[in-house]
């Protein structure tokens, strides 16, 4: 919003060869790539990888051992107010309930709420009419709405994605996914999506960074030309296949390599 | 902050509760159907009443165990006598209650973010917990005389570690990806206080209080009974040194209604604002 068009060549997000030591254990190595404006990428790799670590790297949680991360150019040394966080399961707060948790971010920064932004929010993810439920009373995937329409809430232009899906069922991770296209369409922020779930990498970005552990660095990077939206055809296809699985090579490949 | 962990809790069970379950969900829980209000009422009369069958029938003397209906009529009859009691007892409850919890909660509140100082302070804690404050009071009253004041301190004294021992449990549940959102957000510390720890910590706050307060009536009747012409406790010392026992029954009664009032309170302060606990 505030930043200078003339910059809209840059990548809106640079991970500048980081580095994060968690005392004498290194976590992440030399981690290098962008994320172009307006992009959806995806970071995968098996568990314990260092996934979170970046991300939480990137939101300005924690800072980084060796390297820099920049948005818009400026280094992120703390939470920035123009990224959004969505958490691993939902985070919600179960002592409130949908309303209070959606206007929580506006209670810290102590903003006035953009009601009318939050209304068709809550609309479009399907929770019109819940504003008063309690978490526990949600299911699931209600639960992760919930919190994507808090993480959007205040208008981020990017968004920070950590397996949001993971510990759902497969077909409402499916509505998920869509959800999640289908608000990147309409909004254009620039999402980094974290998933173990190579389909889901694959059906959502445009680039997929495959992570490789201990210390977590980057294995190798796949562009995803596929077109948009991306229907069950689109998904079924030859290129899709391939896709697949020449990143779930790269993931095996860097795991014997670094099992060696 | 030194406890953020990107490696975050797992929720308890049972987050999927469908939808269309939510009024059944609402409804559910303390409503109880005809039938078992049926139930729970004969009961009590056959356990009240065949208790004073019993007694009567086996003749037993009246000093040793009066029957229900005496005691019911000592409790009518004497309850003008016995309120002021039962006021004294009350004051004697919340003064010292409203200190001891005061106190405990800010303790537990402030030592619980200083890990350090926590484990150094912990074992004077389970002291002061495990310690019968009881003892205390010939010595309080030695000091402060026979006035309010020895059995407050008393009082006091026993709920405070009680509430200060479950409120930093409550404290201690630090929820380190809340905590991270909150910060997300450039949350101070005060507000990660009061919006993440403290509501995490309000289950286990009301467990102390709830304990404490009852912990403080014992102790506040065990204080009269020590010393001092007045409350619940002295009735009971007093009735049972006179043998008038459908009366010393009553008060005793009375004292079970009151820590069974405590009990109640904190159930429904519980239910309708740590629910989400359950
Ligand atoms: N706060 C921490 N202190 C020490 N080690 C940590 C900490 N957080 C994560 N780790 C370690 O760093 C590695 C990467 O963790 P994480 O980023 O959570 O992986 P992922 O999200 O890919 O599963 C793991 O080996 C984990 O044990
Ligand atoms: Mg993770």
New binding site residues.
Partial sequence: MSEPKADDQRPKLEIDKVSKA??D?L?LRECDFSVARNEIVSIV?P???????LLWSMSGLHGVSGGEIRLDGVPITKPHRDIGLVFQESNLLPWRNLRGNILFPYEITGETPDHDWIAHLLERVGLKGFEDAMPGALSGGMQQRASIVRALSQHPSVLLMDEPFGALDSFTREDMNRLVEEIWLESKTTIVFITHSIEEAVFLSDRVVVLSGRP?SVAAIHDIDLPRPRTDEVMASRQVFDLMNAIKGGIAGARTKAAE | MGDI???FQKKRGGGGVDVTNLSAFAAGGASRTQAEIVAIIATAIIVIGGLELALRLFEVPLYIMPPPSAIAMALIKDFPFIAPHLGHTLVELFAGFAIGASIGLILAAVITQFPFSEKIIAPYILLLVTTPMLALVPLLILRFGFGYTPRIIAVALASGPMVMINAATGFRRVDSAKIALARSYGASTLQIFWKIRAPMALPMILVGLMIGSIFGLLTAVGAEMVGGGFGLGNRLTSYSSMIQMPQFFAVVLILSLLGIAIYVTFFLIGKKWASWDA
Avoid at chain 1, 47 to 53: D, E, N
């Fill in positions: 968690y005392g254990f976590a790799g568990s314990g990888c260092g996934k979170t670590t977590g | 962990t990107p490696e």
